[in-house]
């Protein structure tokens, strides 16, 4: 696996995930694997990262609208990426 950056991921930048999912969602995702001949293990990771980004995201913008008009407390957050 590659990272952002395309540098070779370690192990250390990797935890393992196992959860329950229904089984309409996880018959959606091995159609997918199968059809895109993606890996579940590399299919999961992007799906993963995608959602990270997209909240990242979020949470830059609900920063960016709400610091200093007044809707709550300034926040100690530093810089969030654009």
Excluded at 28 to 52: M, Q, Y
Excluded at 64 to 82: I, M
């Amino acid at each position: 696996m590659a990272n952002a950056t395309g540098k070779a991921m370690s192990e250390d930048e990797m935890v393992e995930v196992r959860f329950l999912v229904k089984r309409a969602t996880f018959n959606v995702f091995d159609a997918v694997s199968r059809a895109t001949n993606t890996p579940k293990n590399r299919l999961g990771v992007e799906i993963f990262d995608e959602w990270a980004d997209r909240e990242v995201h979020r949470a830059s913008l609900v920063y960016r609208l709400t610091k200093g008009n007044g809707n709550g407390p300034q926040t100690d957050w530093g810089d969030l990426p654009a």
